[in-house]
């Protein structure tokens, strides 16, 4: 089944004194893969003095702009439409051995999504359950069990934690976000030899949407896994990605993808961020 659907994020930065210039990097534009077609995307800022796009290390479209005049309200609008064709997202290659996922030639190709970093360092508790359900189950399975013990285990608590939330402190809490779902997800698989990256994107909240209504999202993560190509999985949800998921970029861990990021000239001030993103689905 193909989804089209139009993405509108607004981000809205407020100072408490002027800033005299600001230097920006937006990663909202959908990425282009077999399963998934963007077809317009549109940055909007009126405080910009300049902006261009490039493709970063890891793969996903940077919009960067800088921003000369003082101010003291930045307002980023970002306004996608995509196209997403749910039947070709399920391409798993199920019948790899453990041997074969932790072949030195993979790791070789992948070293950068094995190492753990400080976000996704999963807790001992964690650690332990996935080594103990690797030893029993083949890869995939294994995903799949290691994934709801972690969805299991946490609870869905919006404004728990924040981007900078170490996985093993979202562990301690039981509770969490999307964000900490992903870390925790991809630190478990890494500590058992299986290369696991961190996808940021959105997520249409219904299960069923219908065509001319916009409705409230928000930013989504989940997570890839090699198992002789890239699988997806939403561990929030405990479910396979759909046409419902809208795939921006991947990376090691949420600071190699984060939606928007900046710094700022000028005497240092306390920043305020209000985010608001809607979805519609258009066909």
Same mark, same amino acid.
């Given at each position: 089944?193909?989804?089209?659907?139009?993405?509108?994020?607004?981000?809205?930065?407020?100072?408490?004194?002027? $800033?005299?210039?600001?230097?920006?990097?937006?990663?909202?534009?959908?990425?282009?893969?077999?399963?998934?077609?963007?077809?317009?995307?549109?940055?909007?800022?009126?405080?910009?003095?300049?902006?261009?796009?490039?493709?970063?290390?890891?793969?996903?479209? $940077?919009?960067?702009? *800088?921003?000369?005049?003082?101010?003291?309200?930045?307002?980023?609008?970002?306004?996608?439409?995509?196209?997403?064709?749910?039947?070709?997202?399920?391409?798993?290659?199920?019948?790899?051995?453990?041997? *074969?996922?932790?072949?030195?030639?993979?790791?070789?190709?992948?070293?950068?999504?094995?190492?753990?970093?400080?976000?996704?360092?999963?807790?001992?508790?964690?650690? *332990?359950?996935?080594?103990?359900?690797?030893?029993?189950?083949?890869?995939?399975?294994?995903?799949?069990?290691?994934?709801?013990?972690?969805?299991?285990?946490?609870?869905?608590?919006?404004?728990?934690?924040?981007?900078?939330?170490?996985?093993?402190?979202?562990?301690?809490?039981?509770? @969490?976000?999307?964000?900490?779902?992903?870390?925790?997800?991809?630190?478990?698989?890494?500590?058992?030899?299986?290369?696991?990256?961190?996808?940021?994107?959105?997520?249409?909240?219904?299960?069923?949407? *219908?065509?001319?209504?916009? $409705?409230?999202?928000?930013?989504?993560?989940?997570?890839?896994?090699?198992?002789?190509?890239?699988?997806?999985?939403?561990?929030?949800?405990?479910?396979?990605?759909?046409?419902?998921?809208?795939?921006?970029?991947? @990376?090691?861990?949420?600071?190699?993808?984060?939606?928007?990021?900046?710094? $700022?000239?000028?005497?240092?001030?306390?920043?305020?961020?209000?985010?608001?993103?809607?979805?519609?689905?258009?066909?």
């Amino acid at each position: 089944m193909t989804s089209r659907y139009r993405i509108h994020h607004t981000s809205t930065y407020a100072y408490d004194q002027p $800033v005299t210039a600001s230097f920006n990097e937006v990663r909202q534009t959908p990425a282009a893969a077999p399963w998934q077609v963007p077809l317009e995307s549109v940055l909007r800022v009126d405080q910009s003095s300049w902006q261009y796009r490039y493709d970063d290390y890891w793969g996903t479209q $940077v919009r960067a702009f *800088e921003a000369h005049a003082p101010h003291r309200e930045l307002v980023v609008d970002v306004t996608s439409v995509v196209e997403v064709d749910g039947s070709r997202r399920h391409r798993r290659a199920d019948d790899l051995s453990w041997a *074969e996922v932790r072949d030195e030639r993979v790791g070789d190709q992948f070293g950068e999504y094995l190492a753990v970093s400080a976000l996704t360092a999963p807790p001992a508790e964690l650690a *332990e359950l996935a080594e103990s359900v690797a030893a029993e189950a083949p890869p995939a399975d294994a995903v799949r069990a290691i994934a709801a013990a972690v969805h299991d285990t946490m609870a869905y608590l919006p404004g728990s934690t924040g981007v900078h939330t170490l996985a093993a402190e979202a562990w301690a809490a039981r509770s @969490g976000v999307c964000q900490d779902y992903a870390h925790l997800l991809v630190g478990a698989l890494r500590s058992i030899g299986m290369p696991a990256r961190y996808v940021s994107g959105y997520l249409h909240p219904s299960a069923a949407p *219908e065509i001319g209504v916009s $409705v409230p999202a928000e930013s989504h993560a989940w997570v890839q896994w090699w198992l002789g190509e890239w699988s997806d999985y939403d561990p929030t949800n405990l479910a396979d990605i759909v046409e419902r998921h809208v795939h921006v970029g991947a @990376g090691r861990d949420y600071r190699d993808v984060p939606p928007i990021k900046g710094i $700022v000239a000028g005497t240092p001030v306390a920043t305020e961020l209000e985010v608001e993103v809607t979805i519609t689905r258009q066909a």
